[in-house]
């Protein structure tokens, strides 16, 4: 496969060898060329159709490591029949693109048979924290996210591993495997990033039509009236999910819209540490998930 044709070189690699090759010398220097100072290495897992929130990451990661490493795979393990993996949008060329002005070094696309061979039959049991919201939602998510990411953590052992908090529940999910699992990578949590009119930037919202866009606002617009009555000093969480509830009217669908510990998920009466506003909804046919911190003073 090609770099893009730009000024910021770029390695791409598709092997599993090249890929781990790359940032095992930039993580621990090699024998062969002693004079190469082993420095951090960032790493960014996505599954391409890459917009401004994947950008934040790597940006992230360049400006905390050395060197930033990508992988664009488009997992078929955590889709189950009849959600959108065939139609999910595929953006090669604008996604390396995206990568290399990000400032990221290399990247690893590998194909699923790379990632998937013949015979492959493991399987990754989640976290207990994976069970509630999308893990009922989605029942097969989570051990498709936790199988793909322990092996591309193996094939990519960066020092750290940058994840967006768009997918919360994902992040915290990571976390607990990532600490179960003793994986030698931080896990590093970074803001959600979104179109001025306040939509999540998600790769799904392409699916949305303009007026399917408008009322997917109203799911931003319950957080933030919720976040603002909690700034009110509103902590009855049956109040705060009304709220949340009564500004998603607009949506086709909630299929959950909560605010739970924001560290464990686990259900809470009032708010009394930090909390999390979790919202999945169906507008047309597309599903969509956003979420927003509640901190409280320490
Ligand atoms: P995906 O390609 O959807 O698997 O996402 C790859 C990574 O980008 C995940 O860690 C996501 O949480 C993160 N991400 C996706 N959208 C956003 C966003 N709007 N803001 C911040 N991070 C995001």
Request: net charge negative; glycine share 6%; proline share 6%.
């Amino acid at each position: 496969m090609q770099a893009p044709e730009i000024d910021v070189p770029l390695q791409v690699f598709e092997t599993v060898a090249a890929a781990r090759d790359f940032v095992q010398t930039r993580r621990f220097g090699t024998v062969s060329s002693p004079d190469s100072k082993p420095h951090r290495v960032g790493v960014v897992l996505t599954m391409g159709a890459l917009h401004e929130g994947h950008e934040s990451l790597i940006r992230q990661s360049a400006k905390e490591c050395g060197s930033t490493v990508v992988s664009i795979f488009l997992n078929p393990t955590q889709f189950a029949a009849g959600e959108d993996l065939s139609k999910y949008p595929r953006t090669l060329d604008a996604d390396l693109k995206r990568c290399a002005v990000s400032g990221a070094d290399a990247v690893f696309v590998p194909t699923p048979e790379v990632i998937y061979p013949a015979g492959f039959s493991t399987q990754v049991i989640p976290p207990e924290i994976a069970k509630t919201l999308e893990g009922q939602a989605r029942p097969e998510h989570f051990g498709g996210v936790c199988l793909v990411v322990s092996k591309l953590m193996n094939i990519l052992p960066g020092d750290r591993a940058y994840f967006g908090k768009k997918d919360y529940q994902q992040w915290r999910v990571i976390q607990a495997m990532t600490r179960d699992l003793n994986l030698d990578v931080d896990v590093v949590a970074c803001p959600i990033i979104r179109d001025p009119d306040g939509l999540a930037l998600s790769s799904r919202n392409v699916y949305l039509s303009a007026k399917d866009r408008g009322r997917a606002l109203s799911i931003h617009r319950a957080l933030r009236t919720a976040a603002a009555e909690h700034a009110g000093g509103q902590r009855d969480v049956g109040v705060l999910e009304t709220i949340l509830r009564e500004e998603l009217k607009p949506v086709d669908e909630i299929q959950y819209a909560v605010v739970r510990d924001a560290e464990t998920l686990a259900e809470v009466q009032t708010v009394q540490r930090a909390a999390v506003m979790l919202i999945a909804a169906r507008v047309g046919n597309t599903r969509l998930i956003d979420n927003q911190e509640l901190n409280e003073p320490d």
